[in-house]
């Protein structure tokens, strides 16, 4: 449960950070694909979701960006909303805050967006109080690990059962290393929120 749902007090580390978005009007999750975008998956992820009519946030690497700059155009003409992921998927414990800094405004050119999420979920106190005066920083209520080889599609559509709950911010990977569980399990977790009277919506811009 320390990674698929992260605790309270990991919460409290980073109280700048939008970790869940409650309704009170209605049940609501928010989809978001980090590590893309990349050919072999990225397109599949998009006819996916346009099959079940939701939109969802992806959370870009600026070289995948660069090198594949189509497929962000892409997703946004597709009705789905992107963030930053750093330039190079640097974790910011193991880099100075002037680095990290460098690598995100880096991505930023080729991304302009105002949500930021860390890669894994790390970075120093420092790095946090500088990016939360350009960006909203992005964190999750659900990682879905679905990147793990440890685990299988099952597992990854049981952690979304166990843990989804209104608002929640939910992790999967448009990436290579998530593409074996990706394939099986997220169809299956779109349809087991649906039938849990779920909403889908991206991430709010502001």
Known sequence: MLIEQPPL?????????VWRIKSRARKVVYLTFDDGPV??????????????????TFFMVGDNVRRNPALLHEVR??????????MHHLQGMKVTARTYWRD????????????????????????????KHHYNIIMYDLVT?????????????????????????IVFHDSLKAERNLRAALPQAIEWLLAQGYTFETLPMT
């Open 39 to 56: 050919p072999e998956v990225t397109p599949w992820v998009l006819d996916t979701l346009g099959r079940y009519g939701i939109h969802a």
């Open 104 to 131: 995100i405004s880096e991505a930023d050119a080729l991304i302009e967006s105002p949500l930021f999420r860390p890669p894994h979920g790390i970075m120093r106190w420092k790095q946090a109080a500088a990016i």
């Open 145 to 169: 690990r679905d990147y793990s080889r440890r685990i299988g599609p099952q597992q990854v559509v049981d952690n979304v059962r166990r843990y989804a709950r209104n608002g929640s911010i």
């Open 77 to 86: 003409r597709r009705g789905h909303s992107v963030g930053n992921h750093t």
């Open 9 to 17: 007090l990991y919460r409290l580390l980073f109280p700048e950070a």
